[in-house]
């Protein structure tokens, strides 16, 4: 199966639950994830930057 894959703009509240929910689809993939309050080299609990 081939996931499509998924960026989020922003990740506050409602970023981090959109997160939640393609992680719990098989079908996407959270690829990337970007926003304004983020330092520069901020890395998420995944690996994701």
Do not use: H, S, W
Request: proline share 2%.
């Amino acid at each position: 199966m081939v996931k499509k894959k998924v960026g989020i703009a922003g990740y506050g509240i409602i970023g981090r639950r959109r997160r939640q929910n393609i992680d719990k689809n098989p079908y996407l993939q959270t690829v990337a994830v970007c926003d304004q309050n983020f330092e520069n080299d901020t890395v998420l609990e995944d690996g994701l930057k």
